[in-house]
């Protein structure tokens, strides 16, 4: 099994539940988790709670935490910046002047994690498949 590259802190889910007001007897109810979990998560106490999301609660609290600006990508490397830096200046999508502005930076580190992050793509995936399964279960509901 490939190794988390994310990893979605206590802090982050104090955050998360003080931007949504939402519980986390209410967090547990919308992961389908027992509430005792997510305790265990918020505490962030690894000697003591050693534990951390499932593959499924991660995929699932991923876009919930970026939808509420809590930061929980890790930046990128200097290599990828490079990197992606090279390969728009090269297709004319931005200039080295606009690469000097913090702004544009800012922004191109965001692509660059987004697009560079193993759980969000997976993520990604896992909700565009729940979306087609049920789309395809309305239909066959709408045609009965």
């Known amino acids: 099994m ?3 590259t994310l990893r979605i802190s206590g802090q982050q889910l104090r955050e998360y539940l ?3 007001g939402r519980s986390q007897s209410g967090l547990a109810k919308l992961l389908n988790v027992n509430p005792a979990s997510i305790t265990r998560w918020v505490e962030d106490d690894t000697e003591k709670y050693p534990q951390v999301p499932t593959s499924t609660a991660l995929l699932v609290l991923v876009p ?3 939808s509420e600006n809590v930061n929980i990508l890790p930046p990128p490397s200097d290599e990828q910046i490079d990197a992606f830096a090279a390969r ?5 999508l931005l200039t080295k002047r606009e690469l000097k502005n913090p702004k544009t ?6 692509v660059i994690t987004m697009e560079s992050s193993r759980e969000l793509t997976a993520s990604k995936k896992l909700f565009e498949a729940l979306q087609e399964a049920w789309k ?3 239909d066959l509901q709408r045609f009965k």
């Not at 728009?88 to 004319?92: P, Q, V």
């Not at 930076?105 to 965001?110: C, G, P, T, V």
């Open 105 to 110: 930076m800012k922004a191109l580190k965001r």
């Open 64 to 66: 919930l935490l970026l």
């Open 136 to 138: 395809r279960l309305d």
């Open 2 to 4: 490939a190794k988390k």
């Open 18 to 20: 003080a931007r949504t």
């Open 88 to 92: 728009f200046t090269r297709l004319g």
